[in-house]
């Protein structure tokens, strides 16, 4: 006898979402523990990161890269991760101001990565370590032709010896300061960094 599937209330529709939320939040709430791990144990050259008050809420440091204006200097960042991480991509900013093309002074960065398609090029394979060796190369190398600030790319492009004075005048100023809560660290190949206290603590942790 033919028994026609009757359509679910809204109870159980509410009921379902739910699970699935639920099901998406420990997904997130997974690959994010793995990639913490990962950026821990193997960090890139020159870079890490840790959580902050909470699970969405990182932090980074990067160390500017050897023979470029920002050498030595140490740059904070700030990531978000939105509800929908790795199917969006994490919101990223400096907290440390630096003179570059494609980052301009409230710390937003210009990268394809960090953008949707079709402008972006963020897909779910790519990872917070992805994103934070792409701005420590971006760093090194800017792209002049798709600036955030015009003057400074402008100089990059017809007067490159005052773009690395003032870059590395910046890096002296704001990068390269003595902070009470940091404890330096040798990373990779006798490569100097400093880690703040919350990313020792988290190392600490992990283990």
Same mark, same amino acid.
């Given at each position: 006898?033919? $028994?026609?599937? !009757?359509?679910?209330?809204?109870? @159980?529709?509410?009921?379902?979402?739910?699970?699935?939320?639920?099901?998406?939040?420990?997904?997130?709430?997974?690959? !994010?523990?793995?990639?913490?791990?990962?950026?821990?144990?193997?960090?890139?050259?020159?870079?890490?990161?840790?959580?902050?008050?909470?699970?969405?809420?990182?932090?980074?440091?990067?160390?500017?890269?050897?023979?470029? =204006?920002? +050498?030595?200097?140490?740059?904070? #960042?700030? &990531?978000?991760?939105? +509800?929908?991480?790795?199917?969006? =991509? =994490?919101?990223?900013?400096? #907290?440390?101001? &630096?003179?570059?093309?494609? *980052?301009?002074?409230?710390?937003? %960065?210009?990268?394809? %990565? /960090?953008?949707?398609?079709?402008?972006?090029?963020?897909? =779910?394979?790519?990872?917070?370590?992805?994103?934070?060796?792409?701005?420590? /190369? !971006?760093? @090194? +190398?800017?792209?002049?032709?798709?600036?955030?600030?015009?003057? *400074? @790319?402008?100089?990059?492009?017809?007067?490159?010896? @005052?773009? %690395?004075?003032?870059?590395?005048?910046?890096? /002296?100023?704001?990068? $390269?300061?003595?902070?009470?809560? +940091?404890?330096?660290?040798?990373?990779?190949?006798?490569?100097?960094?400093?880690?703040?206290?919350?990313?020792?603590?988290?190392?600490?942790?992990?283990?």
């Amino acid at each position: 006898m033919f $028994t026609p599937h !009757l359509p679910l209330s809204c109870s @159980s529709l509410c009921f379902v979402c739910t699970l699935q939320n639920k099901s998406t939040t420990m997904q997130r709430a997974s690959r !994010l523990k793995k990639e913490l791990q990962l950026l821990t144990n193997e960090p890139p050259p020159g870079i890490s990161c840790w959580q902050d008050n909470q699970m969405d809420d990182l932090r980074a440091q990067i160390l500017g890269l050897v023979d470029s =204006p920002y +050498e030595s200097g140490i740059f904070s #960042l700030e &990531i978000i991760l939105p +509800e929908r991480y790795p199917f969006e =991509p =994490p919101k990223v900013r400096f #907290l440390t101001p &630096i003179y570059h093309p494609n *980052i301009d002074t409230a710390g937003r %960065i210009c990268l394809d %990565i /960090l953008k949707m398609p079709p402008k972006g090029a963020w897909k =779910p394979s790519l990872s917070i370590s992805t994103v934070l060796t792409s701005i420590q /190369l !971006l760093m @090194s +190398e800017p792209n002049p032709d798709d600036p955030l600030m015009a003057d *400074i @790319s402008a100089e990059f492009k017809y007067n490159k010896q @005052s773009f %690395i004075e003032n870059a590395k005048q910046w890096t /002296l100023k704001h990068a $390269t300061q003595t902070k009470k809560d +940091e404890v330096c660290l040798g990373l990779g190949k006798n490569l100097g960094f400093c880690f703040p206290t919350p990313a020792l603590n988290n190392m600490a942790n992990a283990h």
